[in-house]
């Protein structure tokens, strides 16, 4: 299992004050736990998290060098972000190991233009972004992709019907809708007939 090196320090469980300061010096409160491990609470180097957490990076396998010792294999798990400014404020990381199947979340990337929509005039919908997964740390991918471009209308399209990576299992609820191609003409139809059995009521009313 190959890991890229992650500095961390470790910390005191502190007051909300103290980890303010501990960002304005560049530094963002984490926690790193486990199977079988009591929970440590650490800090890391936002320069460094914000490469770890690169485009396609998101489940880098790491070693977290606490305090000088490295020997810490970890994935980043969760984090949270400031709702104004959107940067990192608190981390999670969770420990691995080659053998240990690991739920992550995981976005979904959907390309191409459904011929649903292009050529049938269908209206397209994307109901979920992200899946959830399980998967050992090796086999984690950074993003599910689909070419939706064969598609035509009246499609709903479930995550037990994407095809995974070997190695990845579905932990997402598998009736959950990914997208959904409608036919406009349906509701077009439903409104002609409509239309058109009101219009011998109408005229009916009026000779009366």
């Known amino acids: 299992?190959?890991?890229?090196?992650?500095?961390?320090?470790?910390?005191?469980?502190?007051?909300?004050?103290d980890n303010a300061r501990l960002r304005k010096a560049g530094q963002i409160p984490a926690v790193y736990y486990g199977k079988g491990m009591e929970a440590l609470n650490i800090s890391v180097s936002d320069i460094d998290l914000r490469k770890v957490l690169a485009p396609g990076k998101r489940y880098t396998l790491l070693d977290l060098e606490i305090d000088g010792k490295a020997g810490n294999p970890a994935v980043v798990y969760n984090y949270q972000k400031d709702a104004i400014s959107q940067k990192i404020i608190h981390i999670d990381f969770l420990k691995i190991s080659e053998d240990s199947m690991v739920k992550v979340r995981v976005p979904l990337k959907l390309s191409g233009l459904p011929i649903g929509v292009k050529a049938q005039g269908g209206?397209?919908?994307?109901?979920?972004?992200?899946?959830?997964l399980a998967a050992?740390?090796?086999?984690?991918?950074?993003v599910l992709e689909m070419d939706i471009s064969n598609f035509g209308t009246n499609v709903t399209f479930y995550a037990k019907d994407l095809k995974l990576p070997e190695g990845?299992?579905?932990?997402?609820?598998?009736?959950?809708?990914?997208?959904?191609?409608?036919?406009?003409s349906k509701k077009g139809d439903s409104s002609a007939?409509?239309?058109a059995e009101a219009a011998p009521a109408a005229a009916a009313a009026e000779a009366k």
Do not use: G, H, W
Request: charged share 20%; hydrophobic share 45%.
């Open 168 to 184: 990845v299992e579905l932990a997402s609820v598998p009736r959950t809708v990914i997208f959904t191609i409608t036919s406009k």
């Open 136 to 142: 050992k740390p090796a086999c984690i991918p950074t």
């Open 1 to 17: 299992m190959e890991l890229t090196t992650l500095k961390a320090t470790s910390r005191v469980l502190v007051a909300n004050r």
């Open 193 to 195: 007939d409509a239309s």
């Open 123 to 132: 209206l397209f919908s994307q109901e979920a972004r992200y899946l959830m």
